[in-house]
């Protein structure tokens, strides 16, 4: 990802985002024109002050695009290594064996002006339960990102979309269980949202394997 792609990642990509960004950007006009010289009265300690406020500012909304989270995470159902059968050594326990099968998979695309990389799919293991493997993944650094299992393959909003949790990370390769009762089948797609400006950020529609 090129620097160019990170500054547009930095910029708002919808009405609420831009909201979010011109209301902070009023906060720190009022705090460093009106309320520092009222309090700050020698001018180099106003400045530092005016500094210091637009950074910490940076360093919670825009700075942090830039910096990546990396979670690589074991193939869930993968851990546990064979195991010899007391009566005989040469033979192993079936289960041992039985490891976490594709059920579905799709290539994962960037929404609403973000990119996104890599591939989502869903896996079921052997006492029945699934879930949701995002492989290789890149996406934006943005704030509150939650994964969801959406109906419609080409939905963008997380409405009727089962909450898998927040995505803990956006790079790497990282497991997401699928709560107990959810009738999988009916879910198309894989969906990444930002609660935080209510935009999605990546999705993965799902086909058979």
Known sequence: MTIFD?????????????????????VLGVAIFVVLPRLVHRPALRWAAAGALVLGAGWLTVLPVFFDKRVDERLLG??????????????????????????????????????GRGSASLYRLADGS??????????????????????????????????????????????YVVPEGVDVPKYGAVLLWCRRF???VAAATQSPV
């Open 6 to 26: 990170r500054l547009g990642e930095a910029v708002p990509h919808t009405g609420r985002a831009w909201v979010e960004a011109i209301a902070v950007a009023v």
């Open 78 to 115: 993968t851990a546990a290594a064979p195991r010899a059968s007391r009566a005989d050594p040469t033979a192993t326990t079936a289960t041992a064996f039985a490891g976490p099968q594709k059920v579905t998979t799709g290539p994962l695309h960037g929404l609403a002006g973000h990119h």
């Open 130 to 175: 699934f879930f949701v493997r995002l492989e290789d993944i890149e996406t934006p650094h943005a704030p509150a990102v939650f994964v969801y299992l959406v109906p419609r393959s080409s939905q963008t909003e997380p409405g009727g979309g089962v909450d898998l949790g927040a995505l803990k990370g956006n790079v790497g390769s990282q497991n």
């Open 198 to 200: 209510a935009t999605p």
